[in-house]
């Protein structure tokens, strides 16, 4: 089976997002108040935001979680995805990023969807089995600390209901898993969690090459 690269890949995107993206306002208007950080690369790419929106909406999902928001970019697009009855359970470690994007979630309708949790992860997660209780959430999008990544699977993958999915985000880590480097921490640990991923006979598991390397993951019966 051929392996086929796909050439001219910019304005292939550009045709993409020119073909495809549909952005409400207020997201927008996030979306390009995130473009003037001088951390921006952190927000999820907008093409991706729309295919974990896809996602929520597939499977209906109602309760989604979330590690990691940045100025919540994200959160809008899956708050959004699942409706009025929903609600988007937001973890982040500090306020400082999020609270850039807190008027813009009120503007676009959302911020009522959204329970934004500030913890280090790992103890949100934790605490969210006696608070939520376990196998509750439909959906998980992991976009965090690398390093803690298999951590925070492990502690996400109880929250799931059966069926659910988990997206994991930069798992490609710029192509440096290929080869990984024993100083590179993040490449070190993404390439063991994605080894892991691939025997795990607890899910189904999708590996896409996507921005920076999307994994989904399907939580079996």
Request: net charge negative.
């Amino acid at each position: 089976m051929k392996n086929k690269t796909i050439e001219n890949i910019g304005a292939l995107y550009d045709y993409v997002v020119a073909t495809s993206l549909r952005v409400a306002p207020a997201i927008r208007e996030l979306m390009e108040r995130t473009g003037e950080h001088e951390h921006a690369e952190m927000a999820t790419d907008p093409t991706q935001c729309q295919f974990l929106a896809f996602l929520i909406r597939s499977i209906a999902a109602k309760r989604v979680l979330e590690v990691g928001v940045f100025t919540g970019v994200g959160t809008c697009w899956m708050a959004d995805a699942v409706g009025p009855d929903g609600k988007v359970v937001a973890c982040d470690v500090s306020e400082e990023f999020p609270a850039i994007g807190r008027p813009y979630w009120e503007k676009a309708g959302l911020a009522g969807r959204i329970d934004l949790r500030v913890a280090p992860a790992a103890e949100t997660l934790a605490s969210l089995a006696e608070t939520e209780g376990l196998g509750t959430f439909d959906f998980c999008y992991i976009d965090a600390d690398k390093t803690a990544y298999d951590t925070y699977y492990e502690l996400v993958l109880p929250l799931m209901r059966d069926g659910g999915v988990i997206a994991l985000d930069n798992m490609l880590s710029d192509g440096s898993v290929a080869n990984p480097q024993p100083g590179d921490a993040r490449a070190v640990a993404l390439d063991a969690l994605n080894r892991k991923l691939h025997t795990d006979d607890r899910v189904d598991v999708s590996f896409l090459p996507i921005c920076d390397g999307l994994y989904l993951v399907r939580k079996r019966p």
